[in-house]
């Protein structure tokens, strides 16, 4: 009974997923291998993501989709073996030494219905996984190359001696993160930002008229709300793009107006609060270093907030919407804090032994807060002030870089206070509701 129901079930859901496919291509009707993996990788531990993302690289997400066929597979076991439980139940109980109609003898070779079981299911998940990659690989085909926006110089780097990262992440290296098995891609010629009063239709924008609009430049960092204090989910970009103010005019909005929601194409939304979202801290970028954004980054439109982690910066936004009562976007309704705010952290990219010293160096960052002060140590020694190089904005990270006299060290600690006088935790807290915190720890190879 058990391997009828396993084999009737691969098959089944091998069939629904087909149909599922077929609706997809058709009529564009979502893919429940999509949403079901979509599901699984929002309430995967974080840790287990992170690493995920980074061994398996463009392959991470189209295994995720296999997790969906097997919940759907899993399913239709269930239904199945509980028919085939209640239909047994009705029949006349069989001899106690009776083996159930489809047990194979003991020492029997399996039979070509058993091998079918394993055929499917190993069939199926290739099918899928395949699918979800070769879609993806046709939609960054079909995706806009990026086009020059103005001639950009990223700055001479004077600052680190080799221990800290660039002031600037390339754009190739800036993180790339999103709830999608895979991400959409904009026709910018078809593609038209909606302003609506609670989804009432006040103004329609399209790609040109963005384009036609005044533009400012601003360097900018973005964390991943899913960094761990081991991973380096982060990067700074010169973003170009232009104010909310310049599509709305603020003393137009209704009084009852209390936050400004941002949908994207891909189904994720967040809001900010309104006073928040017409302030010159928040920008709708179009692009990032010197060139127009590409499809892993938001374009044609995205919004950038560093005040908050990466998740309340929505890519691929298709409309904004003025509400009069407290909007829950994808992350707030799962749990998540409706204020984000960023965490203080210090990171070590590089520690370098020269004779009895050491010498060390990373990036610190408190949002729109600033780094007042960087203090790093060895094996819990006294803290040293680390030097700091002078922001090029308020919104980046700070690089810093110190010595240490520290023959023997086997670990390095380091910490940052932010601009309003309050060092990062001591003790790490879990990612779960409002991003993780914690020290600062980097053992010696």
Known sequence: MFQRSLRRSSLAALVFCALNYALFL??????????IAEWIMARTPNDWAVLLLTRLGEWAKPLAATGGLAAIGAAAWLAFFGWELARQRRQEAPAAASPPPDAPARGAAPSRRELLTP??????????????????RAYAARAIEPQPLYRFHPPADTFGEGLVRPFLTPVEAFYGMSKNTVDPVVDP????????????????????????????????????????????LMGT??????????????????????????????????????????????MLALG?????????????????????????????????????RPYFG???????????????????DRVRREGSRLRLGGVAF????????????????PWVEAQLETPMARYTWTRWKAV??????????????????????EKEKPLFPDGVAGPTIKRIS
């Open 26 to 35: 058709w009529l564009g009707w979502p893919l429940a291998t999509d949403r």
């Open 119 to 136: 055929l499917l299911m190993a069939s199926g998940t290739a099918l899928v996984a395949g699918e979800s990659f070769l879609r993806n």
């Open 189 to 232: 010629r078809e593609w038209k930002l909606e302003i609506t009063l609670e989804g009432r239709p006040l103004r329609t924008i399209s790609y040109a008229e963005l384009f036609s609009l005044p533009r400012f430049e601003r360097i900018t960092t973005m964390r991943c709300v899913s960094n761990t204090l081991r991973s380096n």
């Open 237 to 282: 970009a010169e973003w170009s793009g232009i104010s909310l103010r310049q599509l709305i005019d603020p003393a137009r909005v209704p009084s009852g107006v209390v936050e400004v929601a941002f949908l994207g194409i891909d189904g994720h939304d967040d809001s900010l609060a309104t006073g928040h979202a017409f302030s010159d801290d928040v």
């Open 288 to 324: 990032m270093n010197g060139m127009t954004l590409n499809r892993t980054h938001g374009f044609p439109l995205r919004l950038v907030a560093p005040k908050y982690y990466g998740f309340k910066s929505v890519k691929w936004l298709r409309e904004i919407r003025l509400v009069t």
């Open 330 to 348: 994808t992350w707030p309704k799962m749990g998540y804090t409706k204020e984000p705010v960023v965490h203080t952290g210090c990171f070590i």
């Open 366 to 381: 408190a949002g729109i807060r600033g780094v007042r002060r960087v203090e790093v140590r060895a094996d819990g020694g």
């Open 404 to 425: 240490l006299e520290a023959p023997r060290a086997e670990f390095v600690e380091a910490r940052a206070q932010d601009g309003e006088g309050r060092w990062q935790a």
